[in-house]
């Protein structure tokens, strides 16, 4: 007996201490389950992906803007109309007026507040900017931009981070009342919850309800698989105790609000609600209404299977469900329950909010190889701000995919591909752009790589170059129309035609340009000297390389891609000035520092006489010429504008120009094969569509101080007043004043005699 005793103490004893030790173990796991969970949630607890934006619309009084346009731009950052201003991102209508709250933004220089604003127009300019808070006149205000994309982050992972106290009550108390709603008194878990979960299950024979608190939720996404396992559970009890014990109730609701998994993006995870809101309804998540709480609420237990893009029935009966239970919680009246559940998901299409825009996105990530010496790609949280123009990439997009399968239908071709840049001709900045004739397609990039032949959009180099000589040239200066042959190095003739297979003797410069006819464009380029042609594509910022030193370059024998043609475009719808193309404005670090920041320079190129009288007779083409058609439908905008087929019609090309934008089009297949389309039936309709989602501004020609107006008769003599026999206008530059009318007769000197004469004027003032 005394045996058996004295066994069964020490078996006591060994178990006293073997559970001593697994106590001191489990202890010992605490502090390393505390450590990791510390080094996790102390300091930065996401890696946050690069986040790209469009531009920022810089509004002063005076600005050429139409009430029109500001709502498209209100719409298009998903402001919502209002009869009643009264809360950020609402704008009401009222007459020539607009009433807004802009929300606060981090700017790339500084952080700026809500503003309760009233924008004034009249006559298509904006003509007020007022403070309503305090009645006082803005000079300058800014409107944020859209968020265009995330680029894909290292975790797989996108997400917007807010702090706890600028999430909207509502919205918590929705997620307590459907996920948690002992959140502030349990610790860490819900005893009764997991043994009412274990009932359930055991009577049902299969889990069908879970007993996680949010805190446990929160613990397997930060810390966790999704493996099911009685260890797992074990393991996300105790951190949910640990996490509950060390941090406050806000922080780990914080980090909840901004981790959960509420849908995919491609092969990305949409993380937390403030991406979500921005993802399913375009607006920042304190401007959503309860129903929209609800629904993000509800996918929470599942958001592939309440997906409202995928599976928008199962969307709309699960957060029904969701208000169902406030109503039984007496969060709202029965009423309001009622007419909540009518209500429709209302959900943006999938792609309508954050639209990558692929092609646009890989010319912001060459520009910054090229002008960023620092990698970004693994730095968290940067800020890339664009020149993106979410609605001229819209009415490009919106173009493309009308017009190509027609084109497509018409001529019988599956594999027609197309180019187009918007771009500000001014400043150079790419305001749109696409590479493929499916847009979201992120592949290869036409616009950037593409290297085809330009056609007759050569031809207004040739002529700026001859009109940079106004000694010898003007739009009046008769060229010959005559047969020619060539004699090349290789002992070959190259014999050119004209398009119609016609010869007119002669023809006037500006008349050769306006109808794009061959051969007096390369007597034209006989006559300058192809040395100087050449060298005035290389000043204009052609590579060498990619010009060949033969006659032929002047109708189009020289290979560029749509965007290096763009630029020589930019600088003769500039006046002569050469804007650098941009895509980016600046990039800003998560704390602030900017890490790069475009300073726009011009410099002055070709003479902005010169480069006036070639956009003038562009605008000759549009109102009589080879762009007639689009003219027609665009009278009262005066664009300017140029065709340009290859040989065979193989490339198809056409560069617009109005007031602010120049845009430039190529359609071609990738083969090199026909296109079948003639000079104003492929990229100029285009064009024309274009124009009709993104309305044109005014081309108003300001003629330099050497520009004079004269009237021409047939034979293009010049006079100073308008008469039955000289009715047409023609803008001549008039070097140190050679040609000009006084009284309304035309004074005329020759070089010679205007240098004879200042040479005798400098010989009598020598003596006197």
Not at 178 to 188: A, C, L, S, V
Request: hydrophobic share 40%.
């Amino acid at each position: 007996m005394f045996f058996y005793v004295y066994k069964c103490k020490k078996k006591r004893k060994i178990l006293i201490k073997i559970l001593f030790l697994i106590f001191i173990l489990i202890i010992l796991y605490g502090f390393y389950l505390y450590e990791k969970i510390g080094q996790s949630i102390q300091g930065k607890v996401w890696s946050f992906p690069t986040s790209i934006y469009g531009r920022i619309v810089n509004l002063e009084p005076g600005n050429p803007y139409s009430q029109k346009e500001i709502l498209s731009l209100l719409k298009g950052t998903m402001y919502r109309q209002v009869h009643t201003v009264m809360l950020p991102g609402e704008y009401s209508i009222k007459d020539n007026t607009i009433d807004f709250i802009r929300r606060s933004f981090d700017f790339p220089d500084i952080k700026e507040g809500e503003f309760h604003t009233r924008l004034s127009f009249k006559e298509g300019i904006l003509k007020e900017i007022k403070n309503i808070e305090n009645n006082r006149n803005f000079s300058f205000f800014r409107l944020e931009p859209k968020l265009i994309t995330m680029l894909k982050s290292s975790q797989g992972k996108k997400r917007i981070f807010i702090p706890r106290n600028k999430y909207p009550e509502i919205l918590v108390k929705t997620l307590l009342a459907i996920e948690d709603r002992y959140f502030y008194e349990h610790d860490g878990i819900n005893i009764s919850s997991i043994g009412r979960a274990f009932l359930v299950n055991a009577i049902a024979g299969r889990a069908i309800q879970g007993g996680s608190t949010l805190t446990q939720q929160l613990v397997k996404n930060l810390f966790l698989t999704n493996t099911r396992s009685i260890l797992r559970k074990i393991n996300e009890m105790y951190m949910a105790l640990i996490l509950d014990c060390f941090y406050t109730k806000d922080r780990i609701l914080e980090l909840y609000l901004n981790e959960v998994y509420l849908g995919q993006d491609g092969d990305e995870q949409i993380r937390g609600f403030p991406l979500a809101s921005i993802y399913y309804f375009g607006r920042p998540i304190d401007e959503l209404s309860l129903e929209q709480y609800a629904l993000l609420v509800g996918m929470v237990k599942g958001a592939s299977l309440y997906s409202p893009w995928a599976h928008p029935i199962s969307a709309l009966k699960r957060r029904n469900l969701v208000l169902f239970s406030l109503y039984n919680q007496k969060y709202i009246t029965k009423d309001i329950y009622r007419k909540l559940c009518k209500r429709g998901l209302n959900v943006q299409s999938k792609g309508n909010i954050i639209a990558p825009h692929p092609s646009f996105i890989q010319l912001v990530q060459s520009e910054l190889q090229k002008k960023i010496t620092t990698s970004i790609e693994n730095i968290s949280g940067i800020k890339i701000f664009t020149t993106l123009d979410s609605i001229s990439q819209n009415a490009v997009e919106q173009a493309v995919k009308i017009e190509i399968p027609i084109l497509k239908q018409k001529k019988g071709l599956k594999d027609l591909e197309v180019a187009m840049i918007v771009m500000d001709k001014f400043t150079g900045e790419i305001q749109a752009l696409i590479g493929s004739a499916k847009p979201e397609f992120n592949g290869y990039n036409r616009a950037l790589k593409s290297r085809r032949s330009i056609g007759s959009l050569s031809k207004p180099i040739t002529y700026l170059t001859a009109l940079s000589e106004p000694n010898k040239y003007h739009l009046n200066t008769w060229i010959s129309d005559h047969p020619i042959a060539i004699k090349l190095d290789n002992g070959q003739y190259w014999m050119p035609k004209n398009n119609n297979y016609r010869f007119s003797g002669k023809v006037m410069l500006l008349d050769a340009l306006i109808h794009s006819i061959n051969i007096p464009t390369v007597n034209l380029s006989i006559d300058i000297g192809l040395k100087k042609l050449v060298d005035s594509w290389l000043h204009l910022g052609v590579s060498k390389n990619h010009i060949t030193p033969f006659p032929s370059i002047s109708l189009g024998a020289i290979n560029l891609t749509p965007i290096e043609t763009a630029q020589v475009f930019q600088i003769i719808a500039s006046g002569g000035y050469k804007s650098l193309l941009s895509s980016v404005r600046s990039v800003i670090s998560d704390d602030g520092k900017v890490l790069y920041q475009s300073i726009p320079q011009k410099k002055h190129i070709v003479s902005s006489e010169a480069s006036y009288l070639t956009l003038y007779a562009m605008q000759q083409v549009v109102e009589h010429g080879t762009a007639k058609l689009l003219g027609k439908h665009f009278k009262e905008f005066s664009l300017a504008g140029k065709t340009g087929t290859t040989n065979n019609l193989v490339d198809n090309w056409f560069v617009g120009i109005d007031g602010k934008t120049i845009v430039i089009i190529w359609i071609g297949r990738d083969n090199n094969k026909t296109t079948k389309l003639y000079s104003s039936s492929g990229a100029m309709q285009i064009y024309r569509k274009y124009l009709e989602y993104q309305r044109p501004v005014p081309l108003v020609l300001q003629p330099p101080k050497g520009i004079n107006m004269f009237y021409i008769n047939k034979l293009g003599k010049l006079f100073c007043n308008k008469n039955n026999d000289h009715d047409r206008s023609l803008p001549i530059w008039s070097l140190n004043n050679q040609t000009i009318c006084h009284d309304g007769k035309l004074l005329e000197q020759s070089l010679e005699t205007r240098n004879k004469k200042d040479f005798l004027f400098w010989l009598k003032h020598l003596f006197l």
